[in-house]
């Protein structure tokens, strides 16, 4: 028997608008709404509604054999109500079936595990009242932002109450072990670890309109073989990708809309295939063996790892600067500053200064609003430069002025 279990995050940060030298002191407009609204928009008339109408009706047609999970992220819950309602209504409509899961994970899509743990904690509280509030579940399964992922974060997550936790299946951790079983997460009690199957999920989410791979065109049949070759080799297959591979990664003339529609009566001929959210996965399949990460990995760029995020000094020092405000903004005790900090801390404002070159770099570009990860640097340390100065008039304490240039950061105190 093999089980495939889809999981698909959603995620639209608030992005910031050019905001220059000029503004710092004088503007705390920091984000750039009509462009959010644009992408919101865009994104959901070419993928959230269409897919979400055909995931209904696969879930309506097969009569409760067909399962997906999601995760979706609190900054992007919150445009789908400011831009797109709709989009957040076909969501909930989703919810009611009952075939629906909703996975927990930092409500802004940051990095601050890495940072701040109280941070963490949260956002990862407040995302969990909103899946509550919006539909009707209390997620018992996590996923970090960009599924990163080691140790020290499963033993932390499993404190907070969650039985299950996402993570890449990445060679070099999985060693000679398959993806397609259930692990426990190291240094946990008892925490069930799913780990994607990077190779089937890549295959539909970045390879399926290349007409350069040796396997284009990917009909249905022969990607159902491939999966009904786990059987006797595997209990899950974790296809873990983008909710955007459909419709806007994939444009809809590629046949990706076609593709997944015949995708589960395909699939169901099988009499041992079935579907499973992630919890029914873990639920259904004993732990066959424990993985130790020490090191953090991602499903990120060819490395797995953080220089997505982190892999160069505007990195580094742009990140570093927003946690060492979050003490000042805290004791500030102002409601709005604090939720213009937390936006700052969404993963993709540090992405997209990355200076990484080749394929990585390509994918890169394609995601960010800048012309160059340089003028993405200088938008951003303008925005904090303005959080801090708004931070010391509600503390009147001293903090940190910062001056960014494109290759280095000089500090004085004002």
């Known amino acids: 028997m093999v089980s495939i279990c889809f999981y698909f995050q959603v995620h639209q940060p608030f992005r910031l608008r050019r905001y220059s030298v000029f503004d710092i002191g004088r503007n705390h407009d920091y984000f750039d709404e009509q462009k959010n609204a ?48 709709e989009v957040l209504h076909s969501f909930q409509q989703l919810a009611a079936t009952g075939q629906v899961e909703f996975l927990a994970e930092t409500y802004y899509h940051s990095l601050s595990f890495l940072y701040d743990k109280e941070e963490f904690c949260s956002q990862v509280n407040k995302q969990r009242e909103i899946i509550k509030e919006l539909f009707g579940q209390e997620p018992k399964a996590f996923r970090n932002t960009e599924l990163i992922y080691n140790n020290e974060l499963a033993h932390h997550v499993e404190k907070l109450g969650f ?13 000679w072990r398959s993806s ?57 297959v974790n296809l873990f990708m983008d909710y955007e591979t459909f419709g ?4 809809e003339d590629t046949g990706i809309f076609d593709f997944m529609r015949a995708l589960p009566e395909e699939f169901l001929k099988h009499p041992h295939n079935d579907f499973k959210t992630v919890s029914e996965v873990t639920a259904s399949y004993p ?10 990995i991602s499903w990120a760029d060819l490395e797995r790892d ?14 570093d600067e927003l946690y060492r405000l979050s003490k000042a903004v805290r004791v500030a005790g102002d409601e709005h500053l604090m939720e213009d900090w937390r936006k700052l801390t969404t993963s993709d404002h540090f992405y997209y200064m990355c200076t990484k070159w080749f394929s990585d770099g390509d994918v890169h570009k394609y995601f960010s609003p800048y012309e160059s990860p340089y003028e993405g640097y200088i938008a951003f340390m303008n925005v904090l430069n303005d959080v801090a100065l708004r931070a010391k008039v509600k503390t009147l304490q001293p903090v940190a002025h910062i001056t960014q240039r494109p290759s280095e950061q000089v500090m004085h105190i004002v």
């Open 38 to 85: 644009e992408v919101m928009r865009k994104v959901a008339r070419k993928c959230y509604l269409p897919t979400n109408n055909l995931l209904l009706e696969l879930i309506n047609k097969h009569q409760g054999k067909f399962k997906v999970s999601f995760s979706v992220s609190g900054v992007a819950l919150e445009q789908m109500k400011l831009y797109a309602p």
């Open 163 to 175: 039985n299950t936790i996402l993570a890449e299946g990445w060679d070099p951790v999985l060693g």
């Open 180 to 236: 397609n079983f259930v692990y426990k997460s190291k240094s946990t009690e008892n925490m069930s670890l799913l780990m994607k199957n990077y190779r089937l999920s890549d295959d539909v989410a970045f390879r399926f309109s290349n007409r350069g791979w040796n396997e284009w065109p990917l009909t249905v049949d022969k990607y159902v073989n491939w999966l009904n070759n786990v059987n006797g080799a595997g209990q899950t």
């Open 248 to 251: 806007e990664h994939q444009w």
């Open 287 to 296: 732990m066959m063996d424990e993985v130790d990460v020490h090191n953090f």
């Open 306 to 319: 953080l220089t997505a995020w982190l892999g160069n000094k505007m990195q580094q020092s742009a990140i």
